[in-house]
């Protein structure tokens, strides 16, 4: 699977962004997605995950009632909407493909990675 994400940019804190991330190379609806994002000096952390069908979606605790994971298996298309941005959101926020269909949130579980869009907030 090959995944490309994008949407990344400069917002002000408070503000909106949607990242989409599209996959190509396999049958899309065959794999749980997810987004991650990885701040400097920091570990690569889950963020989001959403199922092969779109009806299961888990989120950190961070993230939760402010972004929104969702999929369109007949564009191939993953995104991630992130409302109410504040300055700790900033990051490079990669998506992935997932090797079962379910819901993951271990990155272990995600053979295949997208090259990072970068989320900058300022305050």
């Known amino acids: 699977v090959q995944l490309q994400a994008s949407g990344g940019g400069l917002v002000q804190a408070g503000g909106s962004l949607r990242l989409s991330c599209a996959a190509s190379?396999?049958?899309?609806?065959?794999?749980?997605m997810g987004w991650f994002r990885q701040a400097p000096g920091k570990e690569r952390e889950f963020q989001a995950g959403?199922?092969?069908?779109?009806?299961?979606?888990n989120y950190a605790d961070s993230v939760k009632g402010r972004f929104t994971i969702s999929r369109d298996n007949a564009k191939n298309t993953v995104y991630l909407q992130m409302n109410s941005l504040t300055p700790e959101d900033a990051a490079v926020y990669y998506c992935?493909?997932?090797?079962?269909?379910?819901?993951?949130?271990?990155?272990?579980?995600?053979?295949?990675w997208g090259q990072g869009t970068q989320v900058t907030v300022s305050s």
């Open positions: 190379g396999r049958t899309f609806s065959n794999y749980g």
């Open positions: 992935a493909a997932a090797r079962a269909a379910r819901v993951v949130s271990n990155s272990d579980e995600y053979p295949w």
């Open positions: 959403i199922n092969w069908s779109g009806s299961t979606t």
